[in-house]
């Protein structure tokens, strides 16, 4: 069973355009495009400190590499 990302709500296979189609709101979708959606409503796992201290350790990496 396949959910609405927007309403939560049942969507159903439409053969004939070959999308997902909300029941409750209309919402029509891919498969990808509903892959896509469910990856960007996702939370994020890491804080917005780890993700600036990752970038950081990237930089000095990358910086300290092109010395040679």
């Not at 909300?22 to 979708?29: A, D, E, R, V």
């Not at 939370?43 to 993700?51: A, F, G, I, R, Y």
Request: net charge positive; proline share 3%; glycine share 6%.
């Amino acid at each position: 069973m396949v959910f609405c990302p927007e309403c939560g709500g049942e969507m159903k296979y439409m053969s004939a355009t070959k999308r997902l189609a909300c029941k409750s709101c209309g919402l029509s979708l891919t498969r990808q495009e509903l892959f896509e959606l469910r990856q960007q409503l996702r939370p994020k796992l890491e804080s917005d400190d780890e993700e600036r201290d990752k970038q950081r350790r990237e930089y000095l990496k990358w910086w300290l590499g092109k010395k040679k």
